[in-house]
T-cell receptor
Framework: KAGVTQTPRYLIKTRGQQVTLSCSPI?????VSWYQQTPGQGLQFLFE???????NKGNFPGRFSGRQFSNSRSEMNVSTLELGDSALYLC??????????FGPGTRLTVL | AQSVTQLGSHVSVSEGALVLLRCNYS??????LFWYVQYPNQGLQLLLK??????LVKGINGFEAEFKKSETSFHLTKPSAHMSDAAEYFC????????????FGTGTRLQVTL
């Protein structure tokens, strides 16, 4: 069974731009969560989607948003990028309340 | 609010020695607890999880962890370290009944020397 895939793997943007990251969950998994990993703040929960609805949300500004499609694929969007948004963004998928399995991440660099 | 504390940001052991990575949690109710490993430039891989069943949990690659409610601990151990174990290890907690909305510790980087 294929694992969680994330595209693109690497991305370079400039301040003020917006970016969209994509995540394809493991087949059969309906929950998708997003995490941000930075050297300073560590791993932080962004949000979780289940059946196209946001089920949980972390403590991030409104510039961070996401959505989930009917096939469970998810996208997250960051608008008006700031230097501090440079991070590894990890997507994880799971069944309803089961263990989360992580993708390889998208490394975003904001210049 | 739930939280986890990992003692020691860096741990160095010799190959063949015991690995002990410490994790203490804070939760008002019994949580779900997890250990994940991250190799350079990769995502997180699940090592093992505790979901209120057996208190001694065995995971992949010879790792195990014991849930001790009295000590609010969930330390990760491996009897004999291998060079391939060098990586960063994260302890995480989630609300009971779900494995989502994980709260992670700050991580422990394990170095294995010859």
């Amino acid at each position: 069974k294929a694992g969680v895939t994330q595209t693109p793997r690497y991305l370079i943007k400039t301040r003020g731009q917006q970016v969209t990251l994509s995540c394809s969950p493991i087949s059969g998994h309906r929950s998708v969560s997003w995490y941000q990993q930075t050297p300073g703040q560590g791993l932080q929960f962004l949000f979780e989607y289940f059946s196209e609805t946001q089920r949980n949300k972390g403590n991030f500004p409104g510039r961070f948003s996401g959505r989930q499609f009917s096939n469970s694929r998810s996208e997250m969007n960051v608008s008006t990028l700031e230097l501090g948004d440079s991070a590894l963004y990890l997507c994880a998928s799971s069944r309803v309340t089961d263990t989360q399995y992580f993708g390889p991440g998208t490394r975003l660099t904001v210049l | 609010a739930q939280s986890v504390t990992q003692l020691g940001s860096h741990v160095s052991v010799s190959e063949g020695a015991l690995v002990l990575l410490r994790c203490n949690y804070s939760s008002s109710v019994p949580p779900y607890l997890f250990w994940y490993v991250q190799y350079p430039n990769q995502g997180l891989q699940l090592l093992l999880k505790y979901t209120s069943a057996a208190t001694l949990v065995k995971g992949i690659n010879g790792f195990e962890a014991e849930f001790k409610k009295s000590e609010t601990s969930f330390h990760l151990t491996k009897p004999s370290a291998h060079m391939s174990d060098a990586a960063e290890y994260f302890c995480a907690v989630s609300p009971t009944g779900t494995a989502s909305k994980l709260t992670f510790g700050t991580g422990t980087r394990l170095q294995v020397t010859l």
